[in-house]
């Protein structure tokens, strides 16, 4: 069995509301939080790649002429 972001989330809900101690509690809370920090980031890259192989990206000195017209703002 494949543990799944989905299955962890699970299981660190399941452990943090039968786990007595408040110091236990608040440790699995941040790793579950951690875990959605991830789901986003992976989401984020997936996004990201699909804009570079659609040629919307500019080159980095494309960047650096945009920002030389910040200056002049």
């Given at each position: 069995?494949?543990a799944?972001?989905e ?44 804009e ?22």
């Amino acid at each position: 069995m494949t543990a799944t972001p989905e299955i962890i989330r699970e299981k660190l809900h399941q452990f943090i509301e039968v786990a007595a101690d408040k110091k236990l509690q608040a440790i699995y809370t941040l790793l579950e939080e951690e875990i959605i920090d991830i789901e986003n980031y992976n989401e984020d890259i997936e996004k990201a790649e699909k804009e570079i192989e659609a040629g919307k990206y500019l080159t980095h000195q494309q960047v650096l002429a945009e920002i030389k017209t910040w200056k002049n703002k």
